[in-house]
Structures are given as structure tokens and as C-alpha cells.
């Protein structure tokens, strides 16, 4: 079955320092989503993409956020430079059209501390 | 006003027992509500996907939607030590985004 896949699955890096967390989300879906989820806190919505596009993102994607698609395949995060409340569970997602009726489907996270 | 407010337990039951999670949301413009498992260190699984008021049941779960009162919930019949995880309730915006509650962890004791 196929599925969403993310890399590294643990990054360590100090305050200051810019990181790129890294998606292959699935190979037929055309909308992209970063979520994260802070240790005993609830899921958060970071960002959508679609068509090379950020279609949506929240008051927490500030300017040190930014998202890309290198390539056909990947979906990436970058965080410029990193806080310590930048410490959390980052999710990709991803879903074929986009629409409410559309099922996200998640990979398994990228756990990010920040030192 | 959250948007959506879950109550995160955690709840602990015994094997077989009938379990109850539940949600409200504030915005009533809110049409699909869904229920998402999520074990320990791994990503939301989606379990169940209900639109606008009613029930829709899927082997041992059942999931209902109250949009009067603007309450939903999940039922999970002869619980088993497997479905001890932590429930998310979400609903999507019109954009399409994941509105998510705060997550019930639930542990079923053999």
C-alpha cells in the first residue's frame, strides 16, 4: 500500500541552525501539508501546498519557515533558524485532490529537537 | 472558544469494555469530522470518516455526529489491548485544512 514517507526520523540541531526536513509523500497526490504537533499539545496545521504554491498556512509559518518541491517526488520543510519552541513532531501529509471530502494521509514524523 | 475540544484522559478500561471518546466544535460550518488513531511516536492513522449528522459504524467502531449540538463522537465495542493508542478528533475546513482536538490516550488492560 502505498504511503508517506519522511526523513530523517530524529534530527538534533543546535538553536540558530538551519534545518530541512524531508517528504516523499504519495506518487498520484497533488496536495501537500506540513503539520506538527508539540510534546502533550494537539496537531497543528503549518502549511498547504499545491501546484508549487503555498495554497494556505497558519499564524506559526513565519518568515523562518518555507517550504519547496525540489523535484517531482520530494516535499521538504526548511526552518531557517531554529528556537528551542521549535522542538516538536513534524507531519507530512498528503492527499490526490485536496477537496473536504479528501482523505490526508500522514507519514510517520520527523521528531525535531532543538538544543 | 477552542475550536475543538477533546478531553485527553487518559482513559484506562478493561478489555471488552465499551469505550465512549468525544469531541465539541465550535464552528457549525464544519460538514466532515473524522477519527484518527495515533500510537505512540508514529503519525495519525485515519479510523473513520463521517459526513454532516448521523452514524456510520465500521466493524467494532462506531462513529456519530451531532451537528445540533455540535458534538461527535466514537464508540469502541469489545475493546481490545491493541486499541490502546491516543484518538484524535479533526474536522476540515473550507480550505481543507486539518483542525485537530487535543487527543484522548486510551489504555484497554487485558
Known amino acids: 500500500e502505498p504511503e508517506v514517507t519522511q526523513t530523517p526520523s530524529h534530527q538534533v540541531t543546535q538553536m540558530g541552525q538551519e534545518v530541512i526536513l524531508r517528504c516523499v509523500p504519495i506518487s498520484n497526490h497533488l496536495y501537500f501539508y506540513w503539520y506538527r504537533q508539540i510534546l502533550g499539545q494537539k496537531v497543528e496545521f503549518l502549511v498547504s501546498?499545491?501546484?508549487?504554491?503555498?495554497?494556505?498556512k497558519s499564524e506559526i509559518f513565519d518568515d523562518q519557515f518555507s517550504v519547496e518541491r525540489p523535484d517531482g517526488s520530494n516535499f521538504t520543510l526548511k526552518i531557517r533558524s531554529t528556537k528551542l519552541e521549535d522542538s516538536a513532531m513534524y507531519f507530512c501529509?498528503?492527499?490526490?485532490?485536496?477537496?473536504?471530502?479528501?482523505?490526508?494521509?500522514f507519514g510517520p514524523g520527523t521528531r525535531l529537537t532543538v538544543t | 472558544q477552542k475550536e475543538v475540544e477533546q478531553d485527553p484522559g487518559p482513559l484506562s478500561v478493561p478489555e471488552g469494555a465499551i469505550v465512549s471518546l468525544n469531541c465539541t466544535y465550535s464552528?457549525?460550518?464544519?460538514?466532515?469530522f473524522m477519527w484518527y488513531r495515533q500510537y505512540s511516536r508514529k503519525g495519525p492513522e485515519l479510523l473513520m470518516y463521517t459526513y454532516s449528522s448521523g452514524n456510520k459504524e465500521d466493524g467494532r467502531f462506531t462513529a456519530q455526529v451531532d451537528k445540533s449540538s455540535k458534538y461527535i463522537s466514537l464508540f469502541i465495542r469489545d475493546s481490545q489491548p491493541s486499541d490502546s493508542a491516543t484518538y484524535l478528533c479533526a474536522m476540515i475546513s473550507n480550505t481543507g485544512k486539518l483542525i485537530f482536538g487535543q487527543g484522548t490516550t486510551l489504555q484497554v488492560k487485558p
Open positions: 464552528n457549525s460550518a464544519f460538514q466532515y
Open positions: 501529509a498528503s492527499s490526490e485532490d485536496g477537496g473536504t471530502a479528501d482523505e490526508q494521509y
Open positions: 501546498f499545491y501546484n508549487n504554491e503555498i495554497s494556505e
